[in-house]
């Protein structure tokens, strides 16, 4: 740290010059902080010795370390060492495949990392000093180097190559399109192409000393250079020549360990202690005193947003995105990190206002302590510049000074007008008053005489000019406004007048306030519309200490947690933030500590020193290469049913085409771009297509959890945009499985089912219907059969004794008459006969009575009894034929067995009179679907059908086939017999 010399008051004039000028003498050299971020072990790297970077396709930063390599996505670190499979902890060297592999050369071989397997390669048995170089080819051989010799890689083992320089070893290897490049240590230079190797002519050192090559390294403006015990040297197609930079520049360089070529084409190096950037023009040394360090730098890296990575020897990875902010701080000599107040003269002196350190004076990179009358030490509140170089200091305690080329002056109270000696802020208006404002009051200083500002007692926390003579006052009672010396209430009727006003900016007709409850509110003084901006839409704090509006018309707020930018240039508002990562060391703001300096540039006092925004510089704003969805749970927990999706993505597990049961919706997704400069820039918003829901608003926050989903297909999105808009997007599919009692095929199910129910129990009744039928039927034929059964006995006794009875006194009538003429006769036989036929029929129907007459095959052989009975005695020979004891199980309706026989009797009968047959048959069979088929055949002389249905019998006969539901068939023909057939469908008795 650079000594510091104070001026003392007795200095004068002359001090007050020479501070103007920047002399060496008043000044020791002091430079700004340069902003690099730095990442170690606190931010969970796994090991502070840095030796190797590289980004792969998705954009984390990987880094090499002697404990290990860790992946870092812009916002935290994942580590991996032997106990995850690294095959060796001190890793050497680092590269990616086309399958966004990533190869870690270590001491003991190489491991080759998916994102789930480490997949180890021992190279102990070529190299067993470790290896130094791995390099990939566009069609992904790798080569590799170590212990001297040149080895590469194929179906995952080592081969060595030989190389056409005896007794030489390898120092270093390069892949280019060109071929491989190898690099020896006896000063050659081979190039291994097609299968043929070449060499290159190497320069000639002083002293005959040989030419070493310690590493390759690319850029886009000069080429590959080559690191080089004689400096920095350019590789050409065919020669090696000194790269195209100024020589004062190459002349300063030491020995260089790694290089590197930024966005803007500055060239950086990393040496032994520190780090140099150069350009054609001019030479930048970074180390300990400006922000960086002391330590060697192996390794450099340009990411793909344009940040340069620096790989230290003992403080982790350092960050460099562009110096928009630089600063002061203890580091780098100022004697205190609390900047309470900053003011500059018309001269460009600035003037800072320490908490314990008194007033420091700092211009052209050298800053000197300002001693204050009485050897005091005062805690500095407030700083204001009048009439160009008129420095007034505020303090808390011991009132305001006035300090200039005569000198410093004190004002305390009870004089001038002073409420206290507690000086809250100060502030010039454009006439030249001056404003002070206390604990307990006010004041303005007017043509060297102080008057009072009529408060009462309020405590004044900012003043600002709104109009010619008037003064808006933030109070602890609200806004005032002082004009022509009177104060009275500022009323605007919005969120103002319920908010507490710290400071204040104008910008056009708005009025900005910054308050430490509500965030920043923008209120127009003409058309008094007002537009409040906090953390719910985009600040990172609520709590405005100091505001500021840049020559670009941008407000500025410094904030309990940040610096903010509030842009208009492209109409709407857009918030910027910027914090450690953009190099705000101060994170948190003092009140009123900032000024606007001529040249735009804006300081800020903080909590850790004093920041300087300069507009010029450039900063690597984030470029997300990536979003990636880091996990996916499920009320909270990890999925681990292996059933619930087909596979996961090997970086961070996250399951793919996941179908949740339906009871499982509450998901939480958590998600990050990958963008390594900063996560702080990064804003988020999302939604799920298959819910009726908007966008989300636009949010830091890379978490969410949706409840209760209910059953469907869902995508999740989440679009990241930064600073400038850059715009990325992340689709996430998923299912949550419909149960299936809410499904279409159970709805339809289930109306079956009501459908089915209904046949069901329309079924039932018909069937109970039905069995009440059948049983009233039962009912019936049992009341039926006990009818018949007593109308046969009945009948018998009654008409077959009577019938009896009349043929015996007909017997007897006959023996008594004895002779009588033939007449009488012929009557008594008619009587006879009369009577006999009529037994007879009433035996067929005392037959048919019976009940146990009714199955089949009772009937069947009713009939062949009678055919044996009316053919008996007669020249015709009756056959029968087709019974079967089975046929006792069919049963048939009275009706049906009555109209049966009667067909039959009638067909035998008619046979029997006129047909003159000699051979007679009757065939009965049951067919298919117990269809009874009875047949009657004759050999008779036959008869014409069409006359033979003139008269009764045919007619009465297809008359009773119709009433059984029968099918009666006649074939005959005169001289050829006749065959008649009848077939009905057996009905079912039960």
Known sequence: MTARKNISLSSGFRYFICMLFGLAGIFSANAQRVPFYNLNIE??????????????????????????????????????????????????????????????????????????HFQNISTTHLMPKGLYNIRMT???????????????????????????????????????????????????????????WDSLSVPA????????????????????????????????????????????VLENLPIVTSATEDNQHNLWFGTASGVIRTNDTSIQIYNKKNGLSDNGF???FSDEEGNVWLASDGQGLFRFSGSLFTGLDESVGLPSAQIMSIAATRNGMLYLGTYDAGLYAYANGQSGKIIVPGGLTPLITALAVRNGNELWIGSKGYGAWRYDYRGFKSYTAPARSFPSNFVSCMYTDTTGKLFIGFANGAVYLYKDTFRKVPLKGNSVEAFIQIGADSILIATNEGLKLFSEGVVNPFITRAAPDSSVAQCFTMRGSQLWIGTSDNGLICYDLKTHVYNTYNKSNGLHSDFIYNLVTDNEGNVWAGTGFGIHKISFSNGSPVIYFFGREQGVNGMESNHNAVFKMTDGSIWFGTTNGALHYQPKSKMVTAHPISIVMQSVKIFGENITNQNWYDSTDSWYGVPYHLELPYQKNN???????????????????????????????????????????????????????????????????????????????????????????????????????QNRLLMVEKLRREEQAKVRQRTAEDFHDEVGNKLTRINVLTNVLKTKIGDINPDSKRIIDQIQDNTAQLYSGTRDILWSLKPSNDNLYEIIHRLRDFGGELYQDTEVNFTFTGTDERWRNFRLPMDVSRNLIMIFKEAMNNSLKYSGATEVSLDAAIKQKDVLQIVFKDNGKGFDIMTAKKGHGINNMQMRAERIHGRLYIDAAKERGTIISLSFKIPSMK
């Open 667 to 769: 998901i939480t997704f958590v998600f990050q771009a990958v963008s390594l400069s900063g996560a702080g820039q990064l804003r988020y918003r999302y939604r799920i297509d298959g819910l009726e829901a908007p966008w989300s608003d636009w949010a830091a926050t890379n978490a969410v959890t949706y409840s209760a989903l209910p059953p469907g297909n869902y995508t999740f999105r989440v679009q990241c945009t930064t600073d400038d808009g850059t715009m990325k997007e992340l689709t996430y599919p998923f299912v949550i499985i419909t149960p299936f009692q809410k499904t279409n095929l159970f709805r339809l199910l289930i109306l079956a089912a009501c459908i089915l129910l209904g046949v069901i129990m329309q079924y039932i009744a018909n069937k109970r219907k």
């Open 298 to 300: 192996d390794d450099i």
């Open 138 to 196: 566009k069609t992904d051989t790798v080569w590799c180097a170590g212990s001297g010799r040149l080895c590469y890689i194929l179906k995952n083992q080592v081969h060595e190559m030989p190389i056409p320089v005896r007794d030489s070893m390898v120092s270093s290897i390069y892949t280019d399109q060109d071929g491989l490049w190898v690099a020896l240590t006896r000063g050659a230079l081979l190039h291994y192409k097609n299968r043929k």
């Open 43 to 116: 931010d969970g790297l796994v090991q502070s010795q840095v030796t190797c970077m590289t980004q792969d396709k998705m954009g984390h930063l990987w880094v090499g370390t002697l404990g290990g390599i860790s992946r870092y996505d812009g916002s935290m670190f994942v580590n991996y060492t032997v106990r995850d499979g690294l095959i060796a902890n001190v890793v050497t060297t680092l590269t990616k495949d086309s399958s966004n592999r990533i190869w870690v050369g270590t001491m003991s071989g190489i491991s080759i990392f998916d994102g789930a």
């Open 205 to 248: 050192l002083a002293n005959n000393a040989r030419l070493a090559i310690y590493k390759f390294r690319s850029t886009k403006t000069h080429g590959t250079l080559l690191l080089t015990n004689a400096g920095i040297l350019q590789l050409r197609p065919d020669s090696i020549v000194r790269p195209d930079i100024s020589a004062h």
